[in-house]
């Protein structure tokens, strides 16, 4: 039987436990064993305004009765409810007086009860402190056979490693603690690391799953009795909210939470939100930012908050950096660095040194501030190498964005190009890179946990393809949600070799250069805040171009060319003022026949070769455009050496049968379009692609004997897996595809759903992953299998980034609804230059000018251009051909 997710059986035990506990709860003011039980029991819940004056009545009346032990117990726990309402640090000594007390010593609980009051008062100050109590509190707690505080010791731990940079680490313990809090009832502890978690998953760059689970906390919090007051959770949502663009609902969620610490004395959580609205003012009002962190400041040094008073500080310093007060600026940016070293926080330590060779850029000493960058990359580095999956470590290179732009662009002004290309190589495409080294992503673990959960998402999403009601669709989204925690990667390299390559170095310029072919050109964009850079790579030559302006314009431009393709214009306008923006400023060295687009930002969403030239031509008709993740990828690609070659030409799936369900309705139009995202809430239905058919059809007829066709019932997702696909040079899937930015992980090209339901029939992004291929080619002739969410210089979190993860050579992608008869005709246009011998590039381009010959003025940009080929598309594939 298929466990229960535990966020969910925590909410059957919500009910069970108040009730049982509100039955139980008499009047019991003078019985200082049932005043203690109680303090203990809302202790447990985080609630310190209700537990402070019970454990101090339990402690005069134990002392009334001469019970020493008892009083000390209850001592010690007064002293634990004073750890976030500050000054709690003058207690640390009377605490290791305790730990040493003969009383103390001869008696476990006693001392866990000890050493918990201790780590709660390290904590406040600094969590790197408390790691020692913490590690002895587990040993204890395991002794002790208690769950609850092993539990607890373990996600103290986790967040300890978290902030020493050691992420795997960090993952196993808050993901291995959590389920245990849920399964165990420890209601108090389960919200409090929930909204923990959520808070960390926005600082890595996912807003929106950080909401989800501060929000879910919210809820449980709202029916949970005599329940703390959940601060961190209304912290991490106003945070997720803010980088959300949503400030007004931010506002209100930390005028709620501020107002309540005020009045309840909590000084730390005061702290901590008054840093949160100073960086939400900060957007708008930089007077009333800085009020909000001088504020947060002035509390953390009188209270000795040490983590916090490092975190309002760089705050506070990137306020006054922004206003052009360098000299504040700089003050208090060395404080934080000086404060973050303190607390052993290497986490946030590069995006603070970063700062300080900003400050060290604008005061003009370029050489102190390269040196700086330097460092915060080290840093980051050595959190890189600690990461338990792809995924993880393309969400820290994103979060870590501005260290890699900052350092680019000091490069650039020091003329050093060699420098400025080892920084872009050192974060673009680096999960890609890691992966095409030797270390692919790794298995599920095998533990029942995770197979169960594995079970469970499956399960849950081929319901979810079939609900047709919002409330049944908002209920299994929030559990689909909660067994996908389950899946957190903890897996291990599987050779001691992957080991050692888990994150080789960029690959040497020389290297790459020699790999290109002398009609290449690689063009690396960067889109800086107020400008733009185009680094370029022949084989003879290296340079970085400066382009006129930066993200707000990139974006626009961006825009209002995507706006003119959604409206089947010839784009002749927007295509000629992008190419004016990033083509027409390269030196004419840098514009070779091919090119191979390395884009950044919204440059993702963009196809280059239907820019408008000079001559009022679409790039296309000059030029071989293709994309890669980074120089280094392309080149690991190139020189790699399969261990074997494939045997069969050709796999084709389409023409899936998608009318089985509820869901699922005849198309009734002409053509294609794509699907509103499954995973929303409104589930309309997915038309079937009947074209797709004879698209396999005659692909497999180009191809010859050695092609498979999975058509209709047979095109599912566990007869894709069964087929031996590492040894296919191309696989084509023609059907629907969901592009999930919020969830990249989500992803999915669908295929039909298996009989048997071992299967759901969505080929996600997390599973693609780890399939095993040999591929020359991967057509995804599909909509948005190009679009995902954007990472910063890590690159965009897309399906076809997740075939280059699993082996493919290039894959031919989209970037936007694809047209069923169009479609159509681009690929066998494309497949038939194939067959006779093209290269993958020069094959889509003449497929492209094909169909603009063909259909003349009717076939603008939307019907051709969205089709782009990432990866090396750069020779024939062999053996293609009857």
Not at 325 to 345: F, R
Not at 499 to 521: F, I
Not at 577 to 601: Q, S, T
């Amino acid at each position: 039987m298929t466990r229960r997710p535990p966020v969910r059986a925590f909410l059957h035990v919500l009910v069970a436990v108040s009730i049982l506990t509100s039955c139980n709860r008499k009047s019991h003011v003078r019985d200082p064993n049932h005043l203690l039980a109680e303090a203990d029991r809302l202790a447990l819940l985080l609630n310190w305004p209700k537990a402070e004056p019970l454990y101090a009545q339990a402690e005069t009346l134990f002392n009334q009765s001469a019970d020493k032990k008892d009083a000390l117990y209850a001592r010690l726990g007064w002293i634990w409810s004073q750890a976030d309402t500050g000054g709690a640090d003058k207690f640390e000594g009377e605490v290791d007086d305790d730990i040493q007390n003969p009383l103390v010593r001869g008696d476990r609980r006693l001392m866990l009860r000890a050493l918990v009051a201790k780590a709660a008062i390290q904590r406040e100050a600094n969590e790197a402190s408390a790691q020692d109590a913490w590690e002895k509190i587990l040993v204890l707690a395991n002794t002790l056979h208690d769950q609850r505080w092993r539990a607890r010791a373990e996600a103290e731990l986790g967040e300890i490693a978290f902030l020493n940079g050691d992420v795997d680490k960090a993952t196993r313990l808050v993901k291995s603690a959590l389920i245990s809090l849920y399964e165990h009832a420890d209601l108090g502890a389960a919200l409090y690391y929930s909204s923990i978690v959520g808070n960390g998953l926005v600082e890595v760059g996912q807003p929106e799953k950080g909401l989800e689970y501060c929000n879910t906390v919210l809820k449980m919090a709202a029916i949970t009795k005599d329940v703390g007051f959940p601060y961190m959770a209304y912290e991490g949502k106003a945070r997720a909210l803010v980088a959300l663009h949503r400030e007004a609902e931010a506002e209100q969620a930390l005028d709620v939470a501020v107002k309540e610490a005020r009045a309840q004395g909590a000084r730390a959580a005061e702290a901590q939100l008054l840093v949160v609205l100073g960086k939400q003012a900060a957007v708008h009002d930089r007077a009333q930012a800085i009020k909000y962190l001088r504020t947060a400041v002035d509390l953390c040094q009188e209270n000795g908050f040490r983590h916090v008073y490092a975190w309002s500080a760089i705050e506070l310093a990137n306020v006054y950096r922004d206003q052009g007060d360098l000299n504040d600026a700089e003050i208090y940016g060395k404080l934080a660095i000086e404060a973050m070293q303190e607390v052993e926080d290497k986490y946030h330590l590069p995006s603070h040194l970063a700062l300080l060779a900003d400050l060290e850029v604008q005061k003009n000493n370029l050489v102190g501030a390269d040196h700086l960058y330097f460092q915060a990359e080290d840093v980051a580095e050595g959190m890189l190498i600690g990461t338990p999956s792809r995924e993880v470590e393309a969400s820290l290179i994103a979060s870590m964005s501005e260290v890699y732009l900052g350092h680019f662009e000091l490069a650039f002004r020091l003329h050093n190009t060699r420098e400025a290309y080892q920084i872009l190589e050192t974060a673009r495409g680096r999960s890609i890179a890691d992966s095409l080294e030797g270390h692919h992503e790794l298995p599920i673990a095998n533990d029942p946990m995770t197979v169960a959960a594995v079970k469970e998402v499956n399960r849950l999403q081929s319901v979810l393809l079939h609900a047709t009601t919002r409330e049944e669709r908002t209920s299994l989204l929030d559990r689909l949600f909660e067994a996908e925690q389950r899946l957190t990667p903890t897996g291990e390299p599987r050779t001691l070799l992957q080991k050692v390559a888990l994150h080789p170095a960029p690959a040497k310029l020389e290297a790459v250069q020699r790999s290109l072919h002398p009609d290449e050109t690689v063009l690396e964009y960067v889109v800086g805040q107020s400008r733009s850079y185009c680094l370029y790579l022949t084989r003879t030559a290296v340079g970085v171009s400066a382009l006129a302006d930066g993200k707000t314009q990139a974006e626009s431009l961006v825009r209002q060319y995507r706006n003119e393709i959604n409206r089947k214009n010839d784009s002749i306008a927007a295509g000629r003022a992008l190419y004016e923006f990033l083509i027409k400023p390269l030196p004419r060295e840098a514009l070779k026949h091919r090119l191979i687009i390395v884009p950044d930002g919204d440059l993702h969403l963009l196809p280059f070769d239907s820019l408008v030239d000079d001559k009022g031509e679409y790039l296309v008709a000059s030029r071989i455009v293709t994309v890669a993740p980074s120089a280094s990828v392309l080149y690991l690609i190139r020189t790699s050496t399969p261990v074997s070659q494939p045997s069969l030409t050709f796999l084709g799936v389409g023409d899936v049968q998608y009318q089985q369900g509820p869901l699922m309705a005849e198309r009734t139009s002409g053509d294609s379009s794509a699907p509103n995202n499954i995973f929303d809430l409104a589930g309309d239905p997915l038309p079937n692609l009947p074209m797709t058919r004879n698209e396999i059809m005659e692909a497999a007829g180009i191809f010859g004997q050695k092609s498979v066709e999975l058509l209709g019932a047979d095109a599912t997702e566990a007869s894709f897996k069964a087929e031996p696909l590492d040894q296919f040079r191309i696989i084509h899937i023609a059907t629907h595809a969901i592009a999930s930015a919020t969830f990249p992980d989500r992803s999915a090209l669908v295929l039909g759903e298996d009989s048997k339901k071992q299967e759901d029939g969505l080929l996600q992004a997390r599973e693609i992953r780890r399939l095993h291929l040999n591929a020359d080619l991967i057509t995804l002739s599909a909509c948005d299998t190009g679009a995902g969410r954007l990472r910063g210089e890590e690159g965009i979190a897309s399906l076809e980034r997740s075939f280059l993860f699993a082996g493919a050579r290039s894959v031919l992608a989209t970037l936007w609804t694809a047209s069923d008869a169009y479609t159509r005709s681009l690929v066998e246009h494309f497949y038939r230059h194939l067959a006779a011998g093209e290269d993958e590039g020069a094959a889509l381009r003449e497929a492209k000018l094909d169909l603009i010959k063909e259909f003349r003025s009717e076939a603008v940009p939307y019907y051709w251009a969205g089709f782009y080929l990432v990866g090396d598309a750069s020779g024939p594939i062999p053996s293609l051909g009857k």
